[in-house]
T-cell receptor, first 109, second 116 residues
Framework: QKEVEQDPGPLSVPEGAIVSLNCTYS??????FMWYRQYSRKGPELLMY????GNKEDGRFTAQVDKSSKYISLFIRDSQPSDSATYLC?????????FGAGTRLFVKA | GAVVSQHPSWVICKSGTSVKIECRSL??????MFWYRQFPKQSLMLMAT?????????EQGVEKDKFLINHASLTLSTLTVTSAHPEDSSFYIC????????????FGAGSRLTVL
């Protein structure tokens, strides 16, 4: 079993839709949870990070962590074509960071 | 926020030559940097952990003599692909831990290597 599972997609949605991206993990030692966005041929950029269960909101983005279920989500409201990218979840425990496979998102105008 | 600069952004070289990629933390000190390799439509594959002033730690299956890592200062790590071959063509990305957000990795923009 992989330490982090993430559906690679692709996920295609119309502009304005609410997007839900998810990762599940198996190791309860992970303490910090991050979402990165990666445009084609660019390095990943940090969108959000959190270390506790619950929701964290930043503009159109909401990160949700459920440690009891080992499940993390990223919601994008009012999605825009510029949101089209690959979204990677990342989990850190101690000095180790594990990345999900990344979900490719396409937002159609 | 923390910024990591990576150079060059793309490079084309002939088979058998060596290529150096630089990774710099611009506004913070990074005792540890990480080097990744990414194939098209795939996630990041950690190659090695670069430690300032000491030898890098390589992941299983990564040839340390092929991918030389030097971390001579708190703001600079370099990856040298030695005697490059077409199969080394890939997207290489570095990252460093943001000291203000100790568990968050900040990434460089990546370097696309094409070996002819």
């Amino acid at each position: 079993q992989k330490e982090v599972e993430q559906d690679p997609g692709p996920l295609s949605v119309p502009e304005g839709a609410i997007v839900s991206l998810n990762c599940t993990y198996s190791n309860s030692a992970f303490q910090y949870f991050m979402w990165y966005r990666q445009y084609s041929r660019k390095g990943p950029e940090l969108l959000m990070y959190t270390y506790s269960s619950g929701n964290k909101e930043d503009g159109r983005f909401t990160a949700q962590v459920d440690k009891s279920s080992k499940y993390i989500s990223l919601f994008i409201r009012d999605s825009q074509p510029s949101d089209s990218a690959t979204y990677l979840c990342a989990l850190t425990g101690g000095f180790k960071t594990i990345f999900g496979a990344g979900t490719r998102l396409f937002v159609k105008a | 926020g923390a910024v990591v600069s990576q150079h060059p952004s793309w490079v084309i070289c002939k088979s058998g030559t060596s290529v150096k990629i630089e990774c710099r933390s611009l506004d913070f000190q990074a005792t540890t940097m990480f080097w990744y390799r990414q194939f098209p439509k795939q996630s990041l594959m950690l190659m090695a952990t670069s430690n300032e002033g000491s030898k890098a730690t390589y992941e299983q299956g990564v040839e340390k003599d092929k991918f030389l890592i030097n971390h001579a200062s708190l703001t600079l790590s370099t990856l040298t692909v030695t005697s490059a071959h077409p199969e080394d063509s890939s997207f290489y990305i570095c990252s460093a831990r943001d000291t203000e957000r100790a568990n968050v990795l900040t990434f460089g923009a990546g370097s696309r290597l094409t070996v002819l």
